[in-house]
Structure formats: structure tokens, C-alpha cells
């Protein structure tokens, strides 16, 4: 089992930066990630990031946010710069793990990202 909880969300205002973070407890993970939901949409992947460090970014979010983690991969860290204000929501952190050969996603609650307006 793995727990995640997520925490930096907040109000910013367009064009301002944020940076959330999630911490992972339980067993290890092979690799975690942020996805993000705003109100009356589908959830929808932002970043991810490997334990060997390889990264993966949705296009929209590219060149702008960052993804990061400790060396440990219990903590992962999502920078944002140049927040849009069609980008609030709730994001939510996953973590991946194997085992008996099967995948398993674990679930972070999230965090609220607002955009003052």
C-alpha cells in the first residue's frame, strides 16, 4: 500500500508561479505523477516523473511547469510557472508500483490550485 498526501495549493494570480508537493509513504514506487481536474472536466495527466528520472510533460503545461523529486522518490514536487487562468483545479498526485506482476495506482486526495481573477 501506498499513501499519498498532497500539499502548496493555493491562490495565485495569472501569470504567478505555485509549486506543490506529495509525499509518499508505504511501500516504493516505480514512478509518480500530478494529474489535474477543474470543475465539469475530465481528469487529465499534467507530468510525471520516473525513478530514474525521466520525465514526461502534457503539451499545454510544457516549458512552463516542472516536475521534480527526491532522490528517495518519496517526495514529488510540482513547479508551476505562468499559471493561465483557465488552469485552476483540483491536482492530484498518483504513485505507481508493481507488484505480483500486476500495476497499481495509488491516489493522492489533492490539492486546490486557484487563479484570482
Known amino acids: 500500500q501506498v499513501q499519498l498526501v498532497e500539499s502548496g495549493g493555493g491562490l495565485v494570480q495569472p501569470g504567478g508561479s505555485l509549486r506543490i508537493s506529495c509525499a509518499a509513504s508505504g511501500d516504493s514506487v516505480n514512478a509518480m505523477g500530478w494529474y489535474r481536474q477543474a470543475p465539469g472536466k475530465q481528469r487529465e495527466l499534467v507530468a510525471g516523473i520516473t525513478k530514474g528520472g525521466t520525465t514526461t510533460y502534457a503539451d499545454s503545461v510544457k516549458v512552463r511547469f516542472t516536475i521534480s523529486k527526491d532522490r528517495a522518490m518519496t517526495t514529488v514536487f510540482l513547479l508551476m510557472n505562468n499559471l493561465k487562468p483557465e488552469e485552476p483545479a483540483v491536482y492530484y498526485c498518483?504513485?505507481?508500483?508493481?507488484?505480483?506482476?500486476?500495476?497499481?495506482?495509488?491516489w493522492g486526495r489533492g490539492t486546490q490550485v486557484a487563479i484570482s481573477t
Open positions: 498518483h504513485a505507481d508500483r508493481t507488484s505480483g506482476g500486476m500495476p497499481h495506482r495509488y
